[in-house]
């Protein structure tokens, strides 16, 4: 069994892998990113899973607070916080002796903030931290996600609206390309998003 890790292929148990599951709210990147991690266990890996922001960390907690408040302040606590935490990440992700680490939400994320902002952050987190193996953006239509969004009932962050996921979902996309990542469609069964994630894993 051969797993396709960035532009190159190793046998299982070599080394460890980092994967990136990334992409707006609401189009199911705890899904695929469960699915990932079940894949790879199947396979005798152990795996690590890192979400952000992080519930376990100050600074993913301040970041998570920050997303139900509107205002510029608010922006700039936003952008300092998710930088903390995921520095904390990546520092926890070092001495980890998993298989493979797996990020939930990373530097797709900087791209929330207004510009020039956004690109300023990703910028710096891309140059910066640790580059994904395997990235992979889970992609929906902006319709498709805040559907899945209302659906859970929780209060609305303050990106979570038609009129800004839409232009975000089009950044990811070109970001996701020019980072030659795998953009993972999601927006049918969950069977489909088995199949097309097990695409990505094997060649």
Partial sequence: VVLYSGCRMHPWGCTMTFYVVDGMDGVGKDTVARMLVQS???????VSCYKHPAENTVFGRIAARSLLKEGKLQEVIRALSYFMDLFVSSIRKSGDEADDVVFVRYVMSALYLKK?????????????????????L???????????????????????????????RLDMRYMAE??????LDNRGSYEDTRYELENILYR
């Fill in 40 to 46: 790879l266990e199947s396979k005798g890996r152990k």
């Fill in 116 to 136: 020039p902002l956004s690109r300023c952050l990703f910028r710096v987190v891309h140059t910066l931290f640790p580059k994904a193996d395997v990235g992979i």
């Fill in 138 to 168: 889970v992609d929906a239509p902006a319709e498709v996600a805040i559907q899945r969004i209302h659906s859970r009932g929780e209060e609305l962050e303050v990106y979570e609206t038609a009129g800004k996921l839409m232009p975000l």
């Fill in 178 to 183: 020019k980072l030659s990542w795998h953009i």
